[in-house]
T-cell receptor, first 113, second 112 residues
C-alpha cells in the first residue's frame, strides 16, 4: 500500500460550481503533486506543492488552485467548473530533492454536468 | 519540455506469451524514467524505474525494462504474461524540475 488517500471517491457537480478535492500524503513525504486524467488519456500535471508553496505548474488556468498544510495533507480547488473538467484527479506524494518516485492515491472521479 | 510517446495504444497478447510495450521520450538532458500500471478504477502503481546505473531494470510482477539512451527508449517487457496483467500501462519521464510527464498509455489485454 502506498499510504496516499484521497476523498471523496466520486463527486458530481454542475457547470459553474466550485469543488474541493482532498489528499493525505504518505507519511514523511513533503511534496504533493496533482494530476488530471481524462478518460482514455495519461495523467496531466496540474501543479506541485512543496512546504506549503506552489513549486511548479502545468498548463492549467488559475481557476485550478491548491493548498498544502503543515501535516502534508493537501487540497485541489477548482472554480467555475466546466464540462471538460470531468476527469479522474490524482494526487501523488514524494520526497523532494531525492531520486525517489511518486506514490499515487486512488483518485477522485469528478463528473461535471 | 519533455514528451513521452507510447507507440501502441492497445496490445492484445495470449496468456503465457511474451510482451513488449514501447516507450520513447524526448529530452536533451538527463531524465528519470518510470513505468506505472493502472488497474480499472484505481490509481497508478509503480512497476519499475530507471534513475542511473545498469540500463536493464527489473520491477515487480516479473516486468523489466531497458533504457536505451541512443534511441531515447525505455521499453517494458515481460517474458510470460498472465491474465492478471491486463491493465493500462503508462510510461513517464521525470524532469530535473521534479515534474512528471506521462504518455497516453497502452492498454494490455491478455487473452486466455
Amino acid at each position: 500500500e502506498t499510504g496516499v488517500t484521497q476523498s471523496p471517491t466520486h463527486l458530481i457537480k454542475t457547470r459553474g460550481q466550485q469543488v474541493t478535492l482532498r489528499c493525505s500524503s504518505q507519511s514523511g513525504h513533503n511534496t504533493v503533486s496533482w494530476y488530471q486524467q481524462a478518460l482514455g488519456q495519461g495523467p496531466q500535471f496540474i501543479f506541485q506543492y512543496y512546504r506549503e508553496e506552489e513549486n511548479g505548474r502545468g498548463n492549467f488556468p488559475p481557476r485550478f488552485s491548491g493548498l498544502q498544510f503543515p501535516n502534508y495533507s493537501s487540497e485541489l480547488n477548482v472554480n467555475a467548473l466546466e464540462l471538460d473538467d470531468s476527469a479522474l484527479y490524482l494526487c501523488a506524494s514524494s520526497l523532494t530533492g531525492s531520486t525517489d518516485t511518486q506514490y499515487f492515491g486512488p483518485g477522485t472521479r469528478l463528473t461535471v454536468l | 519540455a519533455q514528451s513521452v510517446t507510447q507507440l501502441d495504444s492497445q496490445v492484445p497478447v495470449f496468456e503465457e506469451a511474451p510482451v513488449e510495450l514501447r516507450c520513447n521520450y524526448s529530452s536533451s538532458v538527463s531524465v528519470y524514467l518510470f513505468w506505472y500500471v493502472q488497474y480499472p478504477n484505481q490509481g497508478l502503481q509503480l512497476l519499475l524505474k530507471y534513475l542511473s546505473g545498469s540500463t536493464l531494470v527489473k520491477g515487480i510482477n516479473g516486468f523489466e525494462a531497458e533504457f536505451n539512451k541512443s534511441q531515447t527508449s525505455f521499453h517494458l517487457r515481460k517474458p510470460s504474461v498472465h491474465i492478471s496483467d491486463t491493465a493500462e500501462y503508462f510510461c513517464a519521464v521525470r524532469s530535473t524540475g521534479n515534474q512528471f510527464y506521462f504518455g497516453t498509455g497502452t492498454s494490455l489485454t491478455v487473452i486466455p
